[in-house]
């Protein structure tokens, strides 16, 4: 199944029934400045959507969804796959300075550290490597694993989560990104990274929901 991502046309008609409805078609496309004829396919879109309900000779009216109650279904509605981005990662035999060298040619905040089986084993941030330079020491001295905060301390995604879920996780641990990992075994911790989820990529969503582009991440089941 498809999930509809509603335009901001729709929208604001959505706004408009639920503020002065009942009302008629001709009045909605007089308040927008359009023929009625231009909003017969959206409003079709959300009777069907069950946003708004129609009566003969009466007009449209709202059936109590408020537009933020129907930004965070379709946000719930998205998986942390449909919004990932591509993990940065280095091995662990690898020098502190060779993480920074990483984050900076490929403009991230914290890169994934990886054991000889290419499996997570922790993360390097902006801040771990700030507190080991505040040290004064070198950190073409410094191995990753050594700066690093270790995989017992991180809190990781599952690409079938919900992008809501993730945004929780975030918040709540006061934290820049997530890893998502496929789970190797559940019992030693044991991760795949196949992903990661930042402010950056929420932000990125907020925006093209405002201008109607959700459906971008929605797929067919």
């Known amino acids: 199944m498809r999930i509809i991502a509603l335009s901001s046309r ?27 004829a231009a909003l017969r396919s959206d409003l079709a879109i959300l009777v069907m959507s069950g946003i708004l309900d129609a009566r003969p000779k009466v007009g449209y009216f709202y059936t109590g969804k408020n537009t933020l109650g129907m930004l965070m279904e379709e946000i719930s509605s998205i998986l942390v796959q449909d919004l990932q981005s591509v993990p940065i990662v280095i091995s662990q035999d690898k020098s502190a300075y060779e993480a920074v060298v990483t984050m900076f040619l490929e403009d991230v905040g914290s890169v994934y550290v990886l054991d000889e089986s290419g499996l997570l084993t922790g993360v390097i941030s902006r801040k771990d490597l700030l507190k080991a330079a505040i040290n004064n020491a070198d ?5 990753a694993v050594m700066v ?3 995989l017992a301390k991180l809190v990781v ?6 992008v809501a879920t993730a945004a ?7 934290i820049d990104s997530l890893p998502v990992v496929k789970t190797i075994d559940a019992g030693k911790r044991s991760y795949e990274v196949v992903g990661r989820i930042t402010k950056t990529n929420f932000t990125r969503l907020l925006v093209d929901l405002a201008e109607g582009k959700g459906g971008n991440y929605h797929r067919e089941d």
Do not use: W, Y
């Not at 950190?139 to 191995?143: F, G, S, T, V």
């Not at 929780?168 to 006061?174: C, G």
């Open 139 to 143: 950190l073409r001295d410094i191995p």
């Open 148 to 150: 690093m905060t270790p």
């Open 157 to 162: 995604i599952a690409p079938d989560e919900s």
């Open 10 to 36: 729709q929208k604001r008609i959505a706004e408009i029934v639920r503020l002065e409805g009942p009302i008629t078609g001709e009045h909605i496309a007089a308040r927008l400045n359009v023929t009625r």
């Open 168 to 174: 929780n996780k975030i918040i709540d641990n006061e």
